[in-house]
């Protein structure tokens, strides 16, 4: 099966001979483009028609000749600036240029912007096609041959013919697929790897990477609270763009988590014990730009924390799964969910209010202290608490008796 950009980049190339080959004669390029130092995206793109397609004076190591390039807002995801061809000069993606576009998809502020999927849609404009800077119209200057100049980065749905589009890969950086301009620029590809083409034969990309990244973080509400309570607000930037960060690690006690997508906030579950403890954020983008914010400590609240130990004679008391093979069906065991400060404790600033026993789901007390009597098979023991905050916590063993000795009598063989 052909390709149906590929036989249109075919057919627009003979077309389009006799109008562009008089078209590059009669133009002049007296307008001169202007470039920040923040221009994030570079590369060549190629159209058949009029050759390469630069995005950024870096490319070709021209920036004390003429500064100029494409960038991408981080924040916006909008494109401004300029590209330059040899074929056409300076193609501006600048709205305040080039005037409103002859159809969809188009912005009242701006040319082109990515999109969350990453598809790429707008448009970009050759200034030579126009009279004067501003463009007076969206239609052809008079010396332009009928060229308006126009180059669209993505089909409308309402439009007719082939299906095409440039897209923003955020895991590799680059732009991949399609735009159209016209049968005087044709179809433009804006990445080697789109299908029908051969890197090895030329390795080219348009990609927007090795931006900057910033991270930081506050504490919802405060950087006081309970494990699995405490919640840490990811602030880096940018959160848009080709640069956007792409992961987030959450380092708490110097230990790094596993990274979470994007700008992502953080419920600190670990560690549980309460203290106090130092927080950071790392972030990173696609392209590997990294940065680590300052140290913040959190502090972690005790919480509510049920526990009880085991007695056989309320007078030594051990962790009640070593009574598994110990105690005997039918024999009693002693419990306790309180000594001195250990085993179940309150949540900060509260006191234990509530206390239920359960063997195997049934109910057999509600105080502290308690006892019941171990039957056969497994026995599981559970404690439920509560304090005077109202919050709650729950502990269960498991004991497995053995079978009590049998009965015995002396019997004469007489």
């Not at 599981?380 to 509560?386: A, D, G, N, T």
């Amino acid at each position: 099966m052909r390709n149906p950009i590929l036989h249109h980049i075919l057919f627009a190339a003979v077309g389009a001979a006799g109008l562009y080959a008089g078209f590059l004669f009669v133009q002049e390029q007296p307008y001169e483009a202007e470039a920040s130092s923040s221009d994030n995206v570079s590369g060549y793109a190629w159209s058949s028609n009029i050759g390469w397609i630069s995005f950024n004076c870096t490319d070709g190591d021209s920036c004390a000749e003429s500064n100029y390039g494409v960038h991408v807002d981080p924040n916006t995801d909008r494109f401004s600036g300029y590209a330059w061809s040899s074929g056409i000069g300076w193609i501006s993606f600048n709205r305040s240029e080039t005037g409103a576009p002859p159809g969809q998809y188009s912005y009242s502020t701006h040319l082109a912007q990515i999109q969350q999927n990453g598809d790429v849609r707008g448009w970009a404009r050759a200034l030579a096609a126009c009279d004067e800077i501003p463009c007076a119209s969206s239609g052809p200057g008079s010396n332009s041959g009928g060229w308006d100049g126009w180059i669209k980065l993505r089909n409308h749905p309402s439009d007719s013919g082939p299906s095409y589009g440039v897209t923003y890969n955020i895991n590799t950086g680059e732009f991949e697929g399609w735009a159209w301009g016209s049968d005087v620029v044709g179809w433009i590809s804006f990445n080697c790897g789109n299908a029908g083409e051969d890197c090895e034969q030329s390795n080219y990309k348009v990609s927007s990477g090795g931006g900057s990244v910033s991270a930081a973080f506050h504490c919802e509400g405060s950087c006081e609270g309970f494990a699995g309570e405490l919640k840490l607000i990811n602030d880096s930037t940018p959160v848009a763009g080709p640069n956007r960060v792409k992961d987030s690690y959450w380092i708490i006690n110097t230990i790094e988590h596993f990274p979470c997508d994007g700008v992502c906030d953080w419920t600190v579950s670990s560690p549980s014990a309460p203290g106090t403890y130092p927080a950071q954020l790392r972030v990173e983008n696609q392209s590997g730009a990294t940065d680590t914010s300052e140290v913040q400590d959190i502090r972690i609240k005790q919480d509510t924390h049920a526990d009880f130990e085991c007695s056989l004679d309320e007078q030594t008391w051990v962790a009640c799964p070593t009574l598994s093979g110990v105690i005997s069906q039918g024999e009693l065991v002693y419990l306790r969910a309180v000594d001195a400060g250990n085993l179940s404790l309150p949540s900060e600033g509260a006191s234990l209010t509530t206390y239920e026993w359960q063997l195997n789901g049934n109910i057999f007390a509600n105080t502290a202290s308690a006892s019941t009597q171990i039957g056969s098979g497994s026995n599981v023991i559970r404690l439920e608490v509560q304090d005077s905050a109202g919050r709650q916590d729950a502990q269960s063993y498991t004991i497995n008796p053995q079978f009590p000795f049998p009965f015995w009598r002396e019997i004469s063989p007489f």
